[in-house]
Nanobody, 122 residues
């Protein structure tokens, strides 16, 4: 019923930039995508919050990424992007997209993408 399709991950040199994208594909015509955001899981750690954007455009960032990461939202396309600047090896992680989707039958449910690997080399 709801699928999150991610793209943009890969390997990059330190100091470079990446743009991650995630599209929420929802079956049916009557639904609302509430927040969309990004988490990441660094090696040996649990998943942590990165950034979030509400349907009204309010954004929040984790302190660790503030200033380098930019989240953007396209409500018309139900997509969310994460632009990462000045990448460092410490940013190496699996990045997960998530989205909260409301439908009359399910209410609000949070979905997760399958994750995309970002690897930053020195």
């Amino acid at each position: 019923q709801v699928q999150l399709v991610e793209s943009g991950g890969g390997s990059v040199q330190a100091g470079g930039s990446l743009r991650l994208s995630c599209a929420a594909s929802v079956s049916g015509s009557f639904f609302k995508v509430n927040f969309m955001g990004w988490y990441r899981q660094l090696p040996g750690t649990q998943r942590e919050f990165v950034a979030r954007s509400t349907s009204s455009g309010v954004t929040n960032y984790a302190d660790s990424v503030k200033g380098r990461f930019t989240i953007s939202r396209d409500n018309a396309e139900n997509t969310v992007n994460l632009e990462i600047r000045s990448l460092s090896p410490e940013d190496t992680a699996v990045y997960y997209c998530n989205a909260n989707v409301w439908t009359p039958s399910t209410g609000s449910v949070t979905y997760w993408g399958q994750g995309t690997q970002v690897t930053v080399s020195s």
